[in-house]
T-cell receptor
């Protein structure tokens, strides 16, 4: 299995631009999670989906952040407009059941 | 006030020695626990998990111990190798089957 796939691996953009992060979960996994990791706050859960339906988005910081899962093999996390404080590593993880999560390699986002 | 960055505790061990990484969890309702290893520039990698009906579980070179009385979790790594150098995170499910709550992590440094 290829594992969780994320793209792009690195993104550098200017403040105010739209950023779209992509994730392909492991085939057959019903749960998908988006996390953000920073030195200041560690690993934070932003949102998770079950069978393509958003279940808990309480970790999404602001309305500038949105996430979708149009089908079982694809999810996006969008930031519009981006700000320098959004700079972080964004991870996608998937799970075949309710607990054990398998992480992707992350997208390193830098907003100038 | 001034913000303080996340300070990771560090464990330094000699190659070949055993390592013990400790974690105190917060929620007495947690019934599932998991350890992740994160190498520089990579996503967290699943190591081993344990349910609350067990107090010990062994994997390849790793052992997880759970003490529910004092809400303490530990990860033991036998014959530590340079490739074990990473940040190790414990996580608990908080009694929920859907989300994991991550600790702040411990950095393991292996001296040659």
């Amino acid at each position: 299995d290829a594992g969780v796939i994320q793209s792009p691996r690195h993104e550098v953009t200017e403040m105010g631009q739209e950023v779209t992060l992509r994730c392909k979960p492991i085939s057959g996994h019903d749960y998908l999670f988006w996390y953000r990791q920073t030195m200041m706050r560690g690993l934070e859960l932003l949102i998770y989906f079950n069978n393509n339906v958003p279940i808990d988005d309480s970790g999404m910081p602001e309305d500038r952040f949105s996430a979708k899962m149009p089908n079982a093999s694809f999810s996006t996390l969008k930031i519009q407009p981006s700000e320098p404080r959004d700079s972080a590593v964004y991870f996608c993880a998937s799970s075949p059941r309710q607990e054990t999560q398998y992480f992707g390699p992350g997208t390193r986002l830098l907003v100038l | 006030g001034e913000s303080v960055g996340l300070h990771l505790p560090t464990l330094s061990v000699q190659e070949g020695d055993n390592s013990i990484i400790n974690c105190a969890y917060s929620n007495s309702a947690s019934d599932y626990f998991i350890w992740y290893k994160q190498e520089s520039g990579k996503g967290p990698q699943f190591i081993i998990d344990i349910r609350s009906n067990m107090d010990k579980r062994q994997g390849q070179r790793v052992t997880v111990l759970l003490n529910k009385t004092v809400k303490h979790l530990s990860l033991q790594i036998a014959a530590t190798q340079p490739g074990d150098s990473a940040v190790y995170f414990c996580a608990e499910n908080g009694g929920s089957s859907y989300k994991l709550i991550f600790g702040s992590g411990t950095r393991l440094l292996v001296r040659p």
